[in-house]
């Protein structure tokens, strides 16, 4: 497959955004685990995008491909020299730099998700970024461990106060909904009031775009729905110049190259994801 996810709209699905990866960015960026001190960037231009760890997320294999059985994961990773079992997730936002703007892609998780996540504000700090310094919060979809670190978990203020915020279209219309949590599986119903309450909470700051619009100069989002009703990637682009920053499009480094038709547990649509 060769086809290249592009800016003008169109659904990608993750067998689509793996072609597209082969196609347009082959030895750009190596498929490895980032970590808070991995500030190496890619230039795409005039824009550099480097990631910045949240840290870590944990969740059982059960969860996550609740679908497929045991022996054939065990199989898959076997091949790949891992464990069968949970290990820690890493989740990276990240840090698109373009003359006076700097641009976070996703918000980390916050501190009341998971205590081994939320670690976005050491990883800044890390590397002399104050969050007043944040010009753009880009979201790639509303899920907590994307969306919660915008605001603050104890007094309700924004932790890039100096921000404007960008969320795709589908992706608020859907969680902003009063019956959202009617919407999905139960494991996400009381996480699904967090996001709409984190999302009104921004509203007033917030511009909704669609797949193809402008974001930022040189970034539009790639429409990749699945994981969510609004998922949608970020294409940064100068000239000939590629990077897609997937957001969950790509969910794990092993599972989603090797068996990008498998369905993941935290798909909301599993057929669409895939």
Known sequence: MTSRPNSAGTRCDRRLFLGGLAAGFAGAWPVRR???NQTAAL???AA???TASDGTLSSSLAFMLPDTPRAEVEAVFKAEGQPAEATPIPTNPSLVRIGSEVILIDAGSGNS???TAGKLGETLESRNISREAITQVVFTHAHPDHLWGAVDD???SERFPNARYVVPAAEWDFWTREDVETRVPDWLKGLS???RRTLRRLEAKVERRKPGESIAPGLTYV???GHTPGHASV???AGREQVLIGGDALSHAVVSFRRPAWAFGSDLDRDLAA
Do not use: H, M, N
């Open 34 to 36: 980032a970590s808070a």
């Open 43 to 45: 230039r795409v231009g």
């Open 48 to 50: 550099s995008v480097e």
């Open 113 to 115: 998700f998971q205590p």
């Open 154 to 156: 104890f007094d309700d």
């Open 193 to 195: 009031v967090g996001s």
């Open 223 to 225: 429409a990749t729905p």
């Open 235 to 237: 294409l940064v682009e």
